[in-house]
Each structure stands twice: as structure tokens, then as C-alpha cells.
Nanobody, 128 residues
Framework: QVQLVESGGGLVQPGGSLKLSCAASGFTLDNYNVAWFRQAPGKEREGFSCLNKDDFTAYYTDSVKGRFTISRDNNKNLIYLEMNSLRPEDTAVYYC?????????????????????WGQGTQVTVSS
């Protein structure tokens, strides 16, 4: 059974840090591009960071660039998101996802529709 499970969310003060993990099971993570999405209250779910499966190139939206780092450990079937300098506007439910399988290398996407498997989400709240 294919499953993604996020952990590491919580309440943090502005300027603080959190590290999210996403454990994959039922499939081999190294065959897929991966990404992190988030959904703030009253807003659409948006992709903000993704990581290529072949060359490990990472992409970020301007809203998180320089503050967040995506990484993966294929040996452990884990995806990580390290978040620094957190702001109240980072408050959201955070989701990990794996992109639709392709045999050949392809630049990862930040579009919801490109992703087949999703975790259940973990809440991140940034507040004093």
C-alpha cells in the first residue's frame, strides 16, 4: 500500500525553525520527483518546493527561497523540509507528495495536478 506520512509540525514563534519529515512506504522513493505543498486557511493548496529524482536539483518559490530547504534520503525513503526564519504567513497545513512516474528525467513540477500520492498533512502554526 502506497503511503506518505508527514511529521514534525507544531507551534513555533516568528523567526523560529522547524524540520518536517515525510516517510514513504509501499514504493521506492528514488523513482519519483517529490515536493512540498501547503494550504493556508481559506486559500488554495500551493506548491512551494520540489526536488528532482535524478540530479537532486531543488526549486523554490520566492516566498520561501533562502529560508526553506528540501532534501531527500532515498536509502531511508524519507523527504525532509527544513524551515528557518518562519513567519506568521507560513502558517498552513503542509503536505508532501510524489510526482507522477516517468521513466526519463524531468524537471519537477509545483502544480497540484502533477502529483499522484499525498500525505495527510501536518499543521505548522507560526505565532507569538
Amino acid at each position: 500500500q502506497v503511503q506518505l506520512v508527514e511529521s514534525g509540525g507544531g507551534l513555533v514563534q516568528p523567526g523560529g525553525s522547524l524540520k518536517l519529515s515525510c516517510a514513504a512506504s509501499g514504493f521506492t522513493l528514488d523513482n519519483y520527483n517529490v515536493a512540498w505543498f501547503r494550504q493556508a486557511p481559506g486559500k488554495e493548496r500551493e506548491g512551494f518546493s520540489c526536488l528532482n529524482k535524478d540530479d537532486f536539483t531543488a526549486y523554490y518559490t520566492d516566498s520561501v527561497k533562502g529560508r526553506f530547504t528540501i532534501s531527500r534520503d532515498n536509502n531511508k525513503n524519507l523527504i525532509y523540509l527544513e524551515m528557518n526564519s518562519l513567519r506568521p504567513e507560513d502558517t498552513a497545513v503542509y503536505y508532501c507528495a510524489t510526482e507522477r512516474f516517468t521513466l526519463f528525467p524531468r524537471r519537477c513540477s509545483l502544480e497540484n495536478g502533477a502529483y499522484d500520492y499525498w500525505g495527510q498533512g501536518t499543521q505548522v502554526t507560526v505565532s507569538s
